[in-house]
Nanobody, 126 residues
Framework: QVQLVESGGGLVQAGGSLRLSCVAS????????MGWFRQAPGKERSFVAG????????YYADSVKGRFTISRVNAKNTVYLQMNSLKPEDTAVYYC???????????????????WGQGTQVTVSS
């Protein structure tokens, strides 16, 4: 089992920044790719960013490319999402997730992530 705990969400004005953290426990964190997803009210959960096990490959949804940065510190069992130039349309609950062991990494494939955190709310006011 893997437990994931997100933090860092909150209320911010448009143009502001937030940094989300996701701390993992229960497995060898450094062996797994990780991802961030988000879900706005009435919408499906969608891919935001992904990172491979070593941190040297990152992937982004087009809507956040150039504004968000995903990173990880394996020694701290933590993955981060730095969010800059936030827009009202970024408002959502943000989830981190662990990618399925042994599967080829397809970052945006939601069904291939098998552990999820409880989510953290991000609200961007205009």
């Amino acid at each position: 089992q893997v437990q994931l705990v997100e933090s860092g969400g909150g209320l911010v004005q448009a143009g502001g920044s937030l940094r989300l953290s996701c701390v993992a426990s229960g497995r060898t964190f450094s062996s797994y790719a990780m991802g961030w997803f988000r879900q706005a009210p009435g919408k499906e959960r969608s891919f935001v960013a992904g990172i491979n096990w070593s941190g040297d490959s990152t992937y982004y949804a087009d809507s956040v490319k150039g504004r968000f940065t995903i990173s990880r510190v394996n020694a701290k069992n933590t993955v981060y999402l730095q969010m800059n130039s936030l827009k009202p349309e970024d408002t959502a609950v943000y989830y981190c997730a662990v990618y399925r062991s042994g599967a080829y990494y397809l970052p945006s494939s939601r069904n291939l992530y098998n552990y999820w955190g409880q989510g953290t709310q991000v609200t961007v006011s205009s």
